[in-house]
């Protein structure tokens, strides 16, 4: 079945440093793809998406392109800031209809002033 | 505020009893989905609704967990003779009927069965 693999955390970064957190994942056909986010204390929210191979998703400074040709969907920014500490998820929805969410096992992020 | 709720936010239950938390979507989406996330896990999919009809189930759900959602609008999920593997974050979304349908995620209930 569909799955998604995270780079393994936690991650500690001083801030403006700059941050990739790996996604790749395993699907038939063309998944959509996702970053969500969960702030400490607070419910998981969509940061950024992906829809088609080649698409790049964007939002805060977070970015992630769908590369079908390695089945990745990485979260780069280039400078991080101390109010980017939380748990960040990859996931997928898969096609033919499928509405459920397949989610990584999350990446925790520290960023340290 | 129009997000999704859920309550409780937080039970402890011994062993053996039933519990049941409830969902309130964000008004105008018609979709509604319940996932469980434990500790250090992404969360996973449980079980979803297109208005009051549960279209989907995972295997996760075992004979011991049912859902409901009467009239399309909230929903409950009940999980009868709690053991202590049901510990965890109970997490519900809701979205509309679209192409690309974002999932927006409620605060979760988190349970613990002593």
């Known amino acids: 079945g569909d799955s998604v693999t995270q780079m393994e955390g936690p991650v500690t970064l001083s801030e403006e440093a700059f941050l990739t957190i790996n996604c790749t994942y395993t699907?038939?056909?063309?998944?959509?793809l996702f970053w969500y986010v969960q702030y400490p204390g607070e419910g998981l929210q969509l940061l950024l998406k992906?829809?088609?191979?080649?698409d790049k998703g964007s939002n805060k400074g977070f970015e992630a392109t769908y590369r079908k040709e390695t089945t990745s969907f990485h979260l780069e920014k280039g400078s991080v800031q101390v109010s980017d500490s939380a748990v960040y998820f990859c996931?997928?929805?898969?096609?033919?209809?499928?509405?459920?969410?397949?989610f990584g096992q999350g990446t925790r992020l520290t960023i340290n002033p | 505020d129009t997000g999704v709720s859920q309550n409780p936010r937080h039970k402890i239950t011994k062993r053996g009893q039933n519990v049941t938390f409830r969902c309130d979507p964000i008004?105008?989406?018609?979709?509604l989905y319940w996932y469980r996330q434990t500790l250090g896990q992404g969360p996973e999919f449980l079980t979803y609704?297109?208005?009051?009809?549960?279209?989907?189930k995972s295997r996760l759900l075992s004979d011991r967990f049912s859902a409901e959602r009467p009239k399309g609008s909230f929903s409950t999920l009940e999980i009868q003779r709690t053991e202590q593997g049901d510990s965890a974050m109970y997490l519900c979304?809701?979205?509309?009927?679209?192409?690309?349908?974002?999932?927006?995620f409620g605060p979760g209930t988190r349970l613990t069965v002593l």
């Open positions: 979304a809701s979205s509309f009927t679209s192409m690309y349908n974002e999932q927006f």
């Open positions: 699907a038939t056909g063309y998944p959509s």
């Open positions: 992906a829809t088609k191979a080649d």
């Open positions: 996931a997928l929805r898969g096609v033919q209809g499928a509405q459920k969410l397949v």
């Open positions: 008004s105008e989406h018609n979709r």
């Open positions: 609704f297109q208005n009051e009809a549960q279209l989907e």
